[in-house]
């Protein structure tokens, strides 16, 4: 792997280097499990100080950019790209409850509103068996005697994520397993997600699906914006009933 790392200037030494990394990263010379040169080695190559270099490897492994393993076989090893940082950001920032309902209500109308709509125009007849195959497990679920909330509200999340995969941009799908992975995860705990409010989950996703298939963008948005606006309602009602 031939690196062309240039000398640093001398005003923020190691806010450059993590620049040159980056930079590497994200034009693909450096690729997910290539392992960086050893300390010593970018020493030299920047003309630096060892401690410089480990500044500037703990701003990139802050960054998610690379994994820092210890050890014989250890060293920096360059990281995929996915949206775990956000999320982890995501997370600090609902814990602090800087994220109300009303903001997750306005968000998700617009996304989850806009990736119903897309999908309903590039939807494919495979895409469309995918999505039924996963109301077919859904309705299996309310079907049962002993009722799995959290199992049914994987299956939800699935589908939105596949309804993004359907619309093929990575904004929104990234946007989506955000908002279902951590937003949702982290606010569901206000909903009492009884068999009756589920039911009513499954049939909006059902009317969803068929509008998607039908080719209907206009009513694909207005369902999913619809059962958005229903469902943070009813996490508003149980953070006060909780209050």
């Given at each position: 792997?031939?690196?062309?790392?240039?000398k640093p200037k001398t005003?923020?030494?190691?806010?450059?280097?993590?620049?040159?990394?980056?930079?590497?990263?994200?034009?693909g010379q450096l690729k997910t499990g290539d392992t960086l040169p050893s300390e010593m080695k970018l020493k030299e190559m920047f003309a630096t100080s060892r401690g410089t270099i480990r500044e500037a490897l703990r701003v990139l492994e802050q960054k998610g950019l690379i994994d820092i393993k210890t050890g014989v076989s250890g060293g920096a090893v360059i990281k995929a790209i996915n949206t775990e940082k956000i999320m982890e950001d995501?997370?600090?920032?609902?814990?602090t409850q800087k994220v109300t309902f009303d903001h997750l209500a306005e968000f998700r109308e617009g996304v989850e509103?806009?990736?119903?709509a897309i999908a309903a125009q590039r939807v494919t007849t495979q895409d469309i068996e995918k999505l039924n195959e996963l109301l077919l497990e859904a309705k299996k679920l309310l079907e049962?005697?002993?009722f799995d909330t959290h199992a049914f509200l994987h299956i939800d999340m699935r589908l939105h994520i596949a309804l993004a995969q359907?619309?093929?941009n990575p904004l929104y799908l990234a946007n989506i397993q955000i908002v279902h992975k951590k937003i949702l995860e982290a606010m569901s705990q206000f909903v009492n997600y009884d068999k009756q409010i589920?039911?009513?989950?499954?049939r909006d996703l059902c009317d969803m699906v068929q509008a998607i298939a039908q080719g209907d963008a206009d009513q694909a948005r207005i369902l999913a914006q619809n059962h958005v606006r229903l469902f943070v309602g009813y996490m508003k009602a149980g953070y006060?009933?909780?209050?």
């Open positions: 792997m031939q690196l062309n790392f240039e005003n923020r030494i190691f806010q450059n280097i993590v620049d040159q990394i980056q930079g590497a990263i994200l034009n995501l997370d600090l920032l609902i814990q509103g806009s990736v119903a049962q005697g002993e359907i619309v093929g589920v039911a009513r989950n499954y006060t009933d909780e209050a």
